[in-house]
């Protein structure tokens, strides 16, 4: 460490714990700049960009009453900020919380209300904002971390859209070591966020070099054994078949097993325009095209994973062939006698990968020769983590650093098992840590002596987030395995391509950054943003007039009276983004709850259930959730009971008998007594949405209930009906209660103590049940 850094001069700050935080120049500098407008921090990993933040949410803080949120993509990242916060502010500790999912949603609401200082997920907070559980506008600054994710459907624009538009004094601060590779990325990310101001420094910078130390990159080639070889000869052969019948068909250019995925897209969106023309053989076109996916996996395994690896995914391929509803893919995959021989192949190889012997050697280097205390391995498959930890494990101290879920059912590792992990490797406790991709972006792995990459990353940004966990405070070495001759190879130079054309583009933005600002403010909406903001540092009544005489009028014209419509909005039905532009309109009172029946809950009978042309058609064919079933469950307890089918070309997309699809839709209406109706698109389907809540509610004077008010339930739906009724708790939570307590008696009854016990009620909702139950009924 240098001078500089030794000999430090301390943050002072009523906030802020003293002696705890290094005054460094950039970061003062950059914060200051940060609290004068909505601001882009951009600086390499590892140089205290969360110190930066820290600052900023203290000094806005400690002007005045209010709350300061920060966005992080994952939990592992969220708990981190959060203790990183505890220790560093001297606000109390249960005033800064984690917001994540694993709270239930009525808890989550009581803890928003009473924090000051907010760690969360922006799935969670996207779900609240849309549930109506909680507001942003008390929140006084907003930090979003790795803030080059926003985009698409990822919630952090729609957040930071709905912050600026609630929040009394609005002030964002975007973090990322990586925003974009171009200006145009840049410049979509600062829109799409509201941020008008750029603030860049480079590890070239004279305040920021004293703090940075070299890291050294080698790459180790790798040669694959003979028997790999032959398992990948035949996996190619395979593929190139499947691809000269696609060829074929007219529909691929290329027979190689090496083509890109650009090629492969450009073979799925052609099948998916014939298949929009009627022609039945895009099927056949479109399950090759899955075969060749499913196989350039096992191919990617062989090569540059493990032969086990391997072998455990094709003996998930013949599970999922021999399971009901199999798709052609895998049985047309797992009867090919030239896969049949390579699983053959696989079981008789007695290694594991000659990456593996590699990472000994590594290791031994590291630890052993230069005596080194820690190294971090990262790999993109959780099998493969978990062999190099066995496989090392007999010689280094060594565990597991791995996500919580997991598609293909391994063993996953929850949030308090991560942070202990993070921690025992911080105090020493084991030399070697191997992670997958989790352990990338931004969590706070301690300074290692190694970081070696098991196989090279075909992007920029998680090249640079692996690196930067090693020469923040002293010079680290990088070391990446490649085997030679395979995709390894491809990926490693288009990372280093984009990471080069990445660095240059971060200088040159450092350049340009005032010429960006500048257009920037071209927009209208990021213009007037910053204006406030700058209002708002300079004068505090400015700000409010100002917000005053731009607010906008969001009443939407279709209805125009003053009283709001309530819509009930079932959890899983977020993904289809009705409920994000619903929770926008100020006539809509919105509602995010887990529902037992149906998606959309207009009053207390009329209740939709929402299905795309694919979804009903897949409920046809016996999916996971059966419609008859759905039905049946919606109309026992909603008098008026809606399907929406939402699509166009209903009877084309599959190759089921139309008389059967109307067969169906007729049962629907005279057997179940359902409407069903047909919309274009998830825009008219929301229109629809809002148009019949509003005759029910305005027009017909109804209110809304998650339990529908349908007559002759029986006994058991009358106990939940009670119960789920009691301070709005739910059916879910009702159902638990009984199941647990055994009758609407012992439920009324129980304790505060009792209640806890039962799975999934936390205090808020014990309150809540106690409060009801027990209270003086007293009408105003």
């Known amino acids: 460490m240098t001078a500089a850094a030794t000999s430090a001069e301390m943050i002072e700050h009523e906030l802020i714990e003293e002696g705890l935080l290094e005054r460094r120049t950039y970061q003062i500098e950059m914060a200051d700049r940060a609290l004068e407008n909505h601001t882009l921090v951009c600086l390499p990993t590892g140089l205290g960009k969360t110190t930066i933040s820290l600052l900023v949410t203290a000094s806005r803080l400690a002007a005045g009453p209010g709350k300061a949120l920060m966005l992080a993509p994952t939990k592992p990242l969220v708990s981190q900020h959060a203790s990183f916060y505890q220790e560093a502010l001297t606000i109390p500790d249960d ?4 917001y994540t999912g694993e709270t239930r949603p009525d808890d989550r609401a009581q803890e928003w209300e009473d924090a000051r200082v907010i760690m969360a997920t922006p799935q969670v907070v996207e779900n609240d904002l849309v549930g109506g559980r909680i507001d942003l506008d008390e929140v006084v600054h907003l930090t979003i971390d790795e803030c080059h994710r926003t985009g698409g459907s990822y919630p952090y624009a729609f957040i930071a859209e709905r912050y600026h538009d609630m929040a009394t004094e609005p002030l964002v601060t975007g973090m990322s070591a990586s925003p974009g590779s171009d200006r145009e ?37 790798v040669e694959l054994t003979e028997d790999i070889q032959q398992i990948r000869n035949k996996l190619v052969e395979v593929i190139e078949n499947r691809l000269e ?38 099927y056949l076109g479109l399950s090759l ?12 395994l062989a090569e540059t994973q493990s032969v086990e690896s391997l072998q455990r995914y094709f003996e998930r391929r013949h599970e999922a062939a021999r399971s009901s509803g199999a798709s052609k893919a895998d049985q047309r995959l797992i009867s090919d006698p030239r896969i049949r021989e390579a699983i053959a192949l696989a079981r008789e190889y007695d290694e594991i990968h000659p990456k593996f012997r590699q990472v000994r050697i590594q290791l031994a280097e590291t630890l052993g020769i230069k005596g080194g205390k820690r190294v971090l391995i990262f790999t993109e498959s959780r099998d493969t983590a978990e062999q190099l930890t066995t496989f090392l494990g007999g010689h280094f ?23 202990e992990t993070i921690e025992a490797l911080r105090r020493g406790e084991f030399e070697v840590l191997v992670s997958t991709s989790v352990g990338e972006e931004g969590l706070d792995v301690p300074e290692v002596d190694l970081v070696l990459f098991f196989e090279p990353v075909s992007t920029a940004i998680r090249t640079i987030q692996r690196r930067g966990r090693t020469g923040r405070q002293a010079p680290g070495r990088v070391a990446v395995l490649i085997a030679k001759g395979t995709r390894d190879e491809a990926f490693y130079w288009r990372a280093r391509h984009q990471e080069r054309r990445m660095s240059q583009d971060i200088r040159a933005l450092k350049e340009v950054a005032d010429d960006l600002e500048i257009e920037l403010l071209q927009d209208d909406e990021v213009r007037a943003r910053a204006e406030a903001a700058s209002r708002r540092a300079a004068d505090q009544e400015s700000l409010f007039s100002f917000v005053g005489d731009e607010a906008e009028d969001t009443t939407t014209a279709d209805v125009s009276d003053d ?19 619903l929770s926008r309109r100020d006539d809509i009172e919105l509602a995010l709850e887990t529902l037992d029946v149906g998606d959309y809950i207009l009053s207390d009978r009329v209740a939709v259930e929402r299905k795309t042309v694919d979804d009903f058609l897949d409920s046809l ?23 929406i089918i939402e699509g166009d070309r209903l009877y084309e997309r599959r190759n089921i008998n139309p008389a059967a699809i109307r067969g169906a839709i007729a049962s629907l209406v005279s057997d179940f007594g359902v409407s069903v109706l047909q919309t274009n698109d998830i825009d008219e389907t929301r229109e629809l949405l809002v148009a ?65 016990e039962v799975e999934g009620v936390g205090e808020v909702t014990a309150d809540r049940i106690h409060e009801v139950v027990s209270s003086r009924y007293e009408p105003e």
Not at 712 to 736: D, H, K, M, N
């Open 95 to 98: 005033e800064i919380i984690t």
């Open 185 to 221: 990325e840049i410049i979509a990310v600062c829109e799409q966020l509201g941020i008008a101001a750029i603030e860049v420094r480079t590890e070239e910078d004279p305040d920021v070099e004293p703090y940075t130390h070299e890291t050294a990159i080698d790459t180790i080639e």
């Open 245 to 282: 019948q696609l060829a074929d068909m007219g529909v691929s250019t290329t027979t190689s097993a090496d083509c890109s995925q650009r090629d492969l897209d450009a073979i799925r969106a052609k099948l998916q325009q014939r298949l929009e023309t009627g022609d039945r053989d895009a």
């Open 289 to 300: 095209h899955a075969e060749v996916m499913k196989l350039r996996r096992a191919l990617k």
């Open 397 to 419: 101290d060594t565990r597991k650093f791995v996500g919580q879920t997991d598609k293909e059912m391994s063993e996953g590792m929850n949030q308090r098992e991560q942070r």
């Open 563 to 581: 009283v709001a419509v309530s819509i009930i909005v079932d959890q899983r039905e977020l993904d289809a983004a009705i409920g994000r532009e």
């Open 621 to 643: 064919l016996g999916g996971d959730r059966d419609l008859f079933d759905q039905v049946s469950r919606l109309t026992a307890a909603y008098e008026r009971p809606v399907v």
């Open 692 to 756: 019949m809540a509003s005759r029910e509610q305005r027009d017909g004077g109804r209110r809304v209930s998650a339990h529908g008010d349908k007559h002759a339930r029986t006994l058991w739906e009358q106990q939940e009906y009670v119960v789920s009724s009691i301070a709005e708790i739910g059916p879910v939570t009702a159902r638990t209660l009984l199941e647990s307590l055994g009758s609407v008696v012992q439920v009324m009854t129980a304790s505060r103590e009792e209640l806890l």
